[in-house]
């Protein structure tokens, strides 16, 4: 894989800086994205200790526009862009009568219009190398429900959904497209949630992490953030080449139920 490009999104944080660091080890050059302060300088320490490529974008994933144009400077620098990542996401819990509208409509954008419109930009480069490879971080969430959680659900759920379309679209070309579905994975995403039931019920971190948390999984512990990093490495592999249109749950088990 020495030498391709890959574009992540969300990598300036939790899972998808442990992917970008994992494809980095792999001799893949990157576009790192996300909205972290610390972005460029996250991309640069890549660079150096992998002796890869890398670009940072801070692209607002709410706006399609700077999403294409992520996309030009990318492809402009690299000349391609041969895995895309699709990662990015955001989370707000509330239940359906109190949930703002403006709040869904942000988790909408950003974890499923934004994958639509990463993919639509790379897409023409992909058909043209008859080689590419989509994959759509999507979530336990894109498989099972849980309360409170109605725009997250949904978003997962359609991505899901996009990346069945994309198997189809692109299996003429060399384009495979695939989910992962984590189940918890100890990251600022989740830290936030627990911070916060935390405080709504008074009780320790450590016991919302046990008896919230974790009690969606069979194996009462965090997914690692290698293990979403390895299967992503494995799915832009040659020997992925005939996975593709799947979902798959890296969740301690918590979909078998
Ligand atoms: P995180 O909060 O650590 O990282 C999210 C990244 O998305 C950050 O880099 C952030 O800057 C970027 N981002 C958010 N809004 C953006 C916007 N408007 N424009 C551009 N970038 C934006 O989260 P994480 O836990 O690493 O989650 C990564 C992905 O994995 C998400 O799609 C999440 O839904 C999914 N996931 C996470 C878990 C978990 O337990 N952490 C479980 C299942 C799925």
Redesign the pocket.
């Known amino acids: 894989m020495k030498g391709k490009v890959a574009l992540i999104?969300?990598?300036?944080?939790?899972?998808?800086?442990g992917i970008a660091r994992a494809f980095a080890k792999a001799g893949f050059n990157l576009v790192i994205?996300?909205?972290?302060s610390n972005g460029a300088e996250i991309a640069r320490t890549i660079a150096i200790e992998h002796q890869v490529e890398t670009f940072y974008s801070?692209?607002?994933?709410?706006n399609p526009s700077e999403i294409e144009g992520m996309v030009t400077v990318a492809l402009a620098k690299f000349g391609t862009i041969d895995v895309l990542i699709n990662?990015?996401?955001?989370?707000y819990v509330s239940a359906i009568e109190n949930f703002p509208l403006s709040k869904w409509n942000?988790i909408i954008s950003?974890?499923l219009t934004?994958a639509f419109c990463t993919s639509k930009s790379v897409w023409e480069g992909m058909k043209q190398n008859k080689w590419g490879r989509i994959i759509n971080?999507?979530?336990?969430?894109g498989l099972v429900g849980s309360e409170f959680k109605s725009a997250?659900v949904a978003s997962?759920h359609g991505l899901i959904g996009l990346t069945k379309v994309l198997a189809l679209e692109g299996a003429d070309f060399g384009i495979t497209a695939n989910a992962i579905?984590?189940?918890?994975?100890?990251?600022?995403?989740?830290d936030k949630q627990v911070a916060d039931l935390s405080k709504q019920q008074n009780v320790s971190e450590t016991e919302i992490i046990q008896k919230h948390i974790l009690k969606k999984h069979a194996v009462k512990e965090?997914?690692s953030?290698d293990a979403i990093a390895a299967l992503c490495l494995f799915l832009a592999s040659e020997n992925a080449s005939m996975i593709t249109g799947t979902s798959m749950p890296v969740d301690g088990g918590w979909t078998a139920s």
């Open positions: 999104t969300g990598s300036t944080s939790g899972i998808g800086l994205h996300g909205l972290e801070s692209a607002n994933l709410l990662n990015a996401g955001i989370q942000d950003i974890n934004a971080i999507s979530s336990a969430h997250y997962k579905c984590p189940g918890f994975v100890q990251t600022p995403l989740v965090f997914v953030i």
